[in-house]
Nanobody
Framework: QVQLVESGGGLVQPGGSLRLSCAASGFTFSSYAMSWYRQAPGKERELVAT????????HFGDSVKGRFTISRDNAKNTVYLQMNSLKPEDTAVYYC???????WGQGTQVTVSS
């Protein structure tokens, strides 16, 4: 019943932008802080960004700080990741997760390549 469904991934050139969305259902979305993670082949899963339940505070991993923005719309049960100035090393599968839970999405592929 709990679902987190990511969308918005794709192929983009270095320096370009993408906006990922994660649509949540089956739980009280507004009660949870939300995070984005990513994992590239052969690498550990990496925390990208976190946002508190009402969106008042955010956290970003060092590798994306200054380039990515996390936001949420509790009325739409959706959390977003705006990715700017993309680099090839941003290539990964991106996942959303509810903090303090085992609720994960299935991921969306982001490929940054010329």
């Amino acid at each position: 019943q709990v679902q987190l469904v990511e969308s918005g991934g794709g192929l983009v050139q270095p320096g370009g932008s993408l906006r990922l969305s994660c649509a949540a259902s089956g739980f009280t979305f507004s009660s949870y802080a939300m995070s984005w993670y990513r994992q590239a082949p052969g690498k550990e899963r990496e925390l990208v960004a976190t946002i508190t339940s009402v969106g008042g505070r955010t956290h970003f991993g060092d590798s994306v700080k200054g380039r990515f923005t996390i936001s949420r719309d509790n009325a739409k049960n959706t959390v977003y990741l705006q990715m700017n100035s993309l680099k090839p090393e941003d290539t990964a599968v991106y996942y959303c997760k509810a903090v303090m839970s085992d609720y994960w999405g299935q991921g969306t592929q982001v490929t940054v390549s010329s």
